[in-house]
C-alpha cells in the first residue's frame, strides 16, 4: 500500500538545524513530483518547498529561501528537507506530498513536528 513517512522532527533551538526525511512506498516514486508543506497551530497548511520528477527543479516559499534546502534521492525513495537557520516561527507539523507528473493523484504523509524555542 502507499506510504508516506516523515521523519526528523524535533525541538530545536533558533538558529538550529534539522534535517527531515520522508521516505516513500507502494508507488513509482521518481514519476511523482515532492513536496513539504506545514501547517502551524491556528493556521492553513502551506507550501514549503517542491523538487520535480524530471529536472529536479526546486521552488521554495519567500519564508525560507536560503534556508531551507529540499532534495530527493530516486535510488532510495526518499525525499529530503534540510533546514538550516531555523526560527521559531518555523514551529509546525512539516507533511510531504507526492504528486504524480502525469495527473493529479496525490498521496499525503502523516506529519512530523518541528519545535523551535530556546
Known amino acids: 500500500q502507499v506510504q508516506l513517512v516523515e521523519s526528523g522532527g524535533g525541538l530545536v533551538q533558533p538558529g538550529g538545524s534539522l534535517r527531515l526525511s520522508c521516505a516513500a512506498s507502494?508507488?513509482?516514486?521518481?514519476?511523482?513530483?515532492m513536496s513539504w508543506y506545514r501547517q502551524a497551530p491556528g493556521k492553513e497548511r502551506e507550501l514549503v518547498a517542491s523538487i520535480t520528477s524530471t529536472d529536479r527543479s526546486t521552488t521554495y516559499a519567500d519564508s525560507v529561501k536560503g534556508r531551507f534546502t529540499i532534495s530527493r534521492d530516486d535510488a532510495k525513495n526518499t525525499v529530503y528537507l534540510q533546514m538550516n537557520d531555523l526560527k521559531p516561527e518555523d514551529t509546525a507539523v512539516y507533511y510531504c506530498r507526492a504528486v504524480y507528473r502525469f495527473s493529479g493523484r496525490n498521496y499525503w504523509g502523516q506529519g512530523t513536528q518541528v519545535t523551535v524555542s530556546s
Open positions: 507502494g508507488f513509482a516514486f521518481s514519476l511523482y513530483g
